[in-house]
């Protein structure tokens, strides 16, 4: 059975710190997808990364997938207020009916 | 494009009523998936499918049943609700293979 975790499930960080957020996951799988949620609302995706060894950045964000190590991470760099969110990882099992499990997630606060 | 629409928003519901949830896309894709988001609890999912007349239990199926009638709906029905389902439910819906999902603005149900 696939299961997906983050860690750490709560960070409390201060404006320009840097931190990582981890994923792993517990079966094959070359499709990994952040995404981020807003207080009372949807998902919104951030990230698609889809083969060993992919990077994506996006501003301050960066997102990276070692499948051979079954892990992800997303990397905040000098962190502003406006990050401050929940961040879930997602892995995809290809085969079959195309199951979609989602992580814990990452409840971000970001302190001026 | 209006993307994933669920309907309604919001529902309350005595214990033992029921009622079905309604999620419709208008991107053409395959998969479609229900999840129930709860504190602490991240997404977990309920039910999926691949394509037009064919579902899949997720990880917390009980008390639910759903329906993939054509390929831009997927409707999960709750046959006589409990306070246990109180719940933020998400449809979701993805092209089969590499891409990531889209996510619907989310039905908020309270059971009392």
């Known amino acids: 059975e696939l299961k997906v975790e983050q860690n750490p499930l709560f960070l409390s960080m201060q404006e320009g710190k840097n931190y990582t957020i981890y994923c792993n996951y517990s079966t094959t799988s070359d499709r990994l997808y952040w995404y981020r949620q807003d207080p009372g609302k949807s998902l919104e995706s951030l990230f698609v990364l889809l083969s060993n060894g992919a990077v994506k950045q996006e501003g301050r964000l960066m997102a990276s997938l070692d499948t051979k190590a079954r892990l992800s991470t997303l990397h905040i760099t000098a962190a502003v207020h406006d990050l401050s969110a929940t961040y879930f990882c997602?892995?995809?099992?290809?085969?079959?009916?195309?199951?979609?499990?989602f992580g814990q997630g990452t409840r971000l606060t970001i302190n001026p | 494009n209006a993307g994933v629409t669920q309907t309604p928003k919001f529902q309350v519901l005595k214990t033992g009523q029921s009622m079905t949830l309604q999620c419709a896309q208008d991107m053409n894709h395959n998969s479609m998936y229900w999840y129930r988001q709860d504190p602490g609890m991240g997404l977990r999912l309920i039910y999926y499918?691949?394509?037009?007349?064919?579902?899949d239990k997720g990880e917390v199926p009980n008390g639910y049943n759903v329906s993939r009638l054509n390929k831009r709906e997927f409707s999960l029905r709750l046959e006589s609700a409990a306070p246990s389902q109180t719940s933020v439910y998400f449809c979701a819906s993805r092209v089969t293979g590499g891409h990531e999902a889209f996510f619907g603005q989310g039905t908020r149900l309270t059971v009392v």
């Open positions: 499918s691949a394509s037009e007349g064919t579902t």
């Open positions: 997602a892995v995809v099992i290809l085969e079959g009916a195309q199951k979609l499990v």
